[in-house]
């Protein structure tokens, strides 16, 4: 296994997104990962189709660079060898609500206790703490209570759902990763670990940051279609003729000159550039009815020999055949456990000293358990009293 984080070895308790693409950016970068899944509780990811054999292609995806282990942490033979593991693996990722970790003598001043460089990440909705740590969320939760929600939409419809988990990977994912990469970097120094603390919902309000700086500095908050950014000027999506749609970013006065003067109408400049709201919605007219008048891939040719700032919408399938992202090799084979090959999106992070490898797509529930207990020293007898009590699958 290679990679900068090669030497890392992280058990993963956690299920769905957040956590499980986390430990698949670290798995990526080369980070050993061991999931440790319920046999009675599988990960609900499993089953979200479409299926590619018998495996779903979303869990082969973020839970490729793993290994997987099946064990019922009810009963005390699992948690032995959760014991036995932490004897090699010094990170813990887990997204379990606050207490649960604690119940089965796996939270962090427990394990901590013999373990003192143990790095332990849990990921949760609401955090440790708070009047809110117990509570059931989403996505769209957190992100309502952060107030993201109340600026990002349209005066005309209300706040709208993105088309990816917000808080869930930019908050909980990304956080997750940097929180974990940067105890590394102090347990190098100090020989000590910690707890880390990932509230969705705190990251999603920090994700605020220069509309929630202007807020804290005595601005008004932030409304729907109010901002530069959110549909307060021209600043936005277009409908073309047929129905498709084309992204408008010409803030700065260079771009934003290319544009009026694609459009045919060079004296539209300095309406641009007056942010007055009647001067933008004006001009916001103006532009609906002239990218109406063209075709998408007739927009598309005329600004694709410009450096406006205007780029067209792309559906996922036109994204995967677009010349960038091919040459970029942002899509990727991976090797199933029935012998397939799955398709997938590549990582994004690049490296000059390294390349990332694709061992395998996710495994099946239990893959690895054998394999792993057997290095930890248990034997074919012990194994198979463990697989009739139900600890292991």
Request: charged content about 20%; some cysteine; overall charge negative.
């Amino acid at each position: 296994m290679s990679g900068p984080l090669s030497g890392l070895k992280i058990l993963d308790f956690s299920t769905l997104l957040p956590g499980p693409y986390a430990t698949q950016l670290l798995a990526d970068m080369g980070a050993e990962v061991l999931r440790i899944e319920s046999p009675t509780r599988p990960d609900l990811l499993r089953f979200a189709p479409p299926m590619v054999g018998d495996i779903s292609a979303g869990h082969g995806s973020i839970n490729r660079n793993k290994q997987c282990i099946a064990l019922d942490l009810k009963q005390a033979a699992s948690i032995e060898i959760v014991q036995k593991l932490l004897q090699e693996y010094d990170i813990v990722l887990e997204q379990f609500r606050p207490g649960v970790m604690q119940r089965l003598g796996l939270d962090y001043p427990t394990l901590s206790a013999d373990k003192p460089e143990l790095i332990y990440c849990s990921i949760t909705g609401y955090g440790q703490t708070g009047p809110l740590k117990d509570r059931a969320g989403h996505d769209i939760n957190y992100l309502a209570l952060a107030g993201l929600a109340s600026y990002s939409g349209r005066k005309e419809t209300g706040p709208i759902l993105s088309g990816t988990q917000i808080a869930d990977i930019a908050g909980g994912t990304h956080h997750a990763v940097m929180g974990i990469l940067a105890a590394v970097i102090e347990r190098s120094r100090t020989g000590k670990g910690q707890h880390i603390d990932i509230s969705m919902s705190d990251a999603a309000l920090a994700l605020s940051t220069t509309a929630g700086a202007a807020h804290l500095a005595g601005d008004k908050a932030p409304e729907l279609s109010g901002t530069m950014l959110n549909g307060g000027i021209f600043y936005d999506f277009y409908e073309t003729e047929d129905g498709r749609h084309l992204s408008v970013g010409s803030l700065e006065p260079q771009f934003c000159k290319q544009l009026c003067e694609a459009m045919g109408q060079p004296e539209w400049f300095e309406r641009a550039m007056n942010y007055s709201p009647d001067v933008q919605a004006e001009l916001k007219r103006d532009l609906i009815v002239a990218f109406k008048q063209k075709s998408f891939a007739e927009w598309s040719d005329i600004f694709a020999r410009l450096d406006a700032c205007v780029e067209p919408v792309l559906s996922l399938d036109e994204t995967e055949q677009h010349p960038h992202f091919q040459e970029r090799g942002m899509y990727v084979e991976v090797d199933t456990a029935d012998g397939q090959r799955l398709r997938q999106v590549a990582s994004p992070i690049r490296f000059s000293a390294s390349q990332t490898e694709y061992r395998n797509a996710g495994l099946p529930i239990g893959a690895n358990t054998d394999e792993v207990l057997e290095k930890l020293g248990y034997d074919t007898e012990h194994l198979t009293q463990l697989r009739a009590s139900g600890a292991i699958a």
